[in-house]
């Protein structure tokens, strides 16, 4: 006869565990996006504001490009987004970028999007002003 075990039996650990695993699959998967530094962060701010606010709105809000709020992207995967920064879409008004900005400037640019873009609109302050 078996002794009652004060752990749960092994098929439902093995099911709390595979559980616990799924969840914390995001975490782990979650990118920590390295910050420009402070002038590059403005020139990449700028660059969205007027590049590529030229084709999707001086808001972002859309205009001849869909729009690049970040409620307008919650539902689109990150790495379609850099891909489309970094390629463009061919047969499309939507130009490559890179060369103006580099991959990695990509993934901020659409991870700032995502978040919601920084509203100063990239201006740099009057005391670096040069």
Same mark, same amino acid.
């Given at each position: ?12 650990? #093995?099911?709390?565990?595979? &559980?616990?695993? &799924?969840?914390?699959?995001? !975490? !782990?998967?979650?990118?920590? @996006?390295?910050?420009?530094?402070? =002038?590059? /962060? ?15 709105? =001086? /808001? ?6 869909? &729009?690049?709020? +970040? ?6 995967? &990150?790495?379609?987004?850099? #891909? /489309? ?6 047969? /499309? ?12 400037? +990509? @993934? ?15 201006? @740099?302050?009057? #005391?670096?002003?040069?």
């Amino acid at each position: 006869m078996k002794t009652p075990s004060s752990f749960p039996p092994p098929r439902f650990r #093995a099911i709390l565990f595979a &559980a616990a695993l &799924a969840a914390t699959g995001p !975490l !782990l998967a979650a990118e920590v @996006v390295p910050e420009p530094d402070p =002038l590059r /962060t403005r020139e990449l701010i700028h660059i969205v504001r007027q590049d590529c606010g030229s084709c999707h709105g =001086l /808001t972002l809000a859309g205009g001849l490009g869909p &729009a690049l709020t +970040a409620a307008a992207l919650a539902d689109k995967p &990150a790495e379609g987004l850099v #891909a /489309t920064i970094v390629s463009g879409r061919p047969g /499309t008004p939507m130009p490559p970028f890179l060369g103006i900005v580099s991959e990695a400037e +990509a @993934v901020w640019i659409v991870d700032q999007l995502m978040r919601g873009f920084p509203a100063d609109g990239g201006a @740099v302050p009057t #005391a670096q002003a040069r």
